[in-house]
């Protein structure tokens, strides 16, 4: 592509949000500019010329912009108000997917809708239904200002046998604007490129920076590879990092695959660049851990690319790996036992900068649900976990070793704040 066409690109894209929804309207030219010496005639095949131009280049714009960004309403059940800071400092809103009838073992949750919550009270503020064609919401990551939400819709189920073709896939980007005077003007949603979710793919985790701008998500081409992309969502550009080491390598992949919602998986620095993500290599285990990627490196190995900050050694069973904020300490969520045996799970802080335990903070069943870190403040002085707690699940805020709940539902399956 020439320098010219990557700045016409830029242009677009720097615009698009600028177009308002609805018809062009009407053409109106300044007749003073067509005036003088020029034939009536020929003014008026200078209008009709003109008309042309202009529509021609709302059709390319039209074209252009339905690669990019494209804003619609969302239908949301009512306008809400804006609601008070939180409890113990967690954001005030938060995205929530439920699951009402609940799902089969080793089968993916699916909403059919996503809820928008009030973390002090857990009052359902608005509902967004899942934009046609597609079906269902199975994934959702947050920014850092509790306004900015990314959404993975999929198609609807397939009636017939078991085994069906691996539905298409979505990103969707919900803002939240809780002054508006309008349920429109509250929550808008806005479809990313088809593209960025490849034909015969599935998306398997994902997060959002915390400014917003960049969304990072695994995708699994297969069972024996994955890839890691990066979508820089300002200027649509994206890259990607393989997760195999060599052409023979056995299988690598990010995460465990234990569950598509699941946030722990990949965690942002606020610097916008460090991305952390849970990592095992089929052939070398001295890869395998919680490593830290730059994403501003230009190429295309998982390895080469990124650092080891946790070494499998010490997490050996980690269902879950959380960056802080502020880069410094990786909190993990550690199986206790041998494979799916474990009937315990234990909540510990590490140093990024060394790789060491430093503290353990919780440990509580495994039996019936993982423990998840869903929201963590700068420092990690403050954690909102969701999971068994020894208290038949729910979820609340971890701060200096006190646990305090927060209302919460059962059959919320993935949240974001």
């Given at each position: ?153 999929e198609e609807g189920k397939v009636a017939g046998p ?74 649509g550009a994206r890259h990607f990092w393989s997760a ?174």
């Amino acid at each position: 592509m020439t320098r010219l066409e990557d700045e016409l690109r830029a242009t677009l894209r720097a615009t698009a949000g600028k177009i308002p929804p609805g018809p062009p309207p009407p053409l109106r030219l300044p007749e003073r500019r067509l005036t003088g010496s020029l034939p009536r005639s020929w003014r008026a095949r200078a209008v009709a010329l003109a008309a042309v131009v202009l529509i021609g280049a709302l059709v390319a714009g039209a074209l252009a912009l339905a690669s990019v960004l494209t804003w619609r309403p969302a239908p949301a059940s009512l306008p809400f108000r804006p609601q008070p800071a939180s409890v113990l400092g967690v954001p005030a809103y938060y995205v929530a997917l439920t699951s009402p009838d609940g799902h089969p073992p080793d089968v993916p949750p699916e909403a059919t809708a996503a809820t928008i919550r009030a973390t002090a009270t857990g009052k359902v503020l608005a509902t967004v239904a899942v934009p046609r064609p597609y079906g269902n919401f199975t994934a959702v990551a947050a920014a850092a200002d509790d306004r900015t939400f990314v959404l993975a819709a999929e198609e609807g189920k397939v009636a017939g046998p078991e085994l069906r073709p691996v539905p298409a896939a979505r990103f969707f980007v919900l803002h939240l604007d809780p002054a508006s005077s309008t349920a429109a003007g509250q929550v808008r949603l806005q479809a990313l490129p088809a593209s960025y979710i490849p034909a015969g793919t599935t998306m398997e985790s994902m997060a959002l920076s915390a400014d917003g701008t960049s969304l990072a998500a695994v995708i699994g081409e297969d069972f024996a590879v994955d890839k890691l992309y990066v979508y820089h969502l300002t200027t649509g550009a994206r890259h990607f990092w393989s997760a195999t080491t060599c052409a023979r390598c056995g299988a690598a992949g990010v995460g465990l695959g234990l569950d598509d919602a699941n946030p722990g998986t990949l965690s942002w620095a606020a610097d916008g660049k460090t991305l952390a993500f849970l990592f095992l290599d089929g052939e070398d285990e001295n890869q395998d851990g919680v490593r830290l990627l730059n994403t501003s490196s230009r190429g295309t190995n998982l390895v080469a690319d990124s650092k080891l900050s946790v070494a499998r050694s010490r997490v050996p069973f980690a269902a879950e790996a959380v960056l802080t904020p502020d880069g410094r300490t990786v909190f993990t969520v550690q199986l206790l036992g041998r494979a799916r045996e474990q009937e315990r799970q234990q909540l510990e802080s590490v140093s990024a900068a060394t790789g060491k335990l430093t503290a353990v903070l919780n440990q509580v069943s495994w039996r019936a649900n993982l423990e998840q870190i869903q929201w963590t403040n700068a420092s990690g002085s403050q954690l909102l976990i969701s999971g068994p707690h020894d208290t038949g699940g729910g979820a609340g805020v971890l701060k200096g070793g006190r646990y305090t709940p927060i209302p919460w539902s059962s059959q919320i399956f993935a949240a974001a704040w």
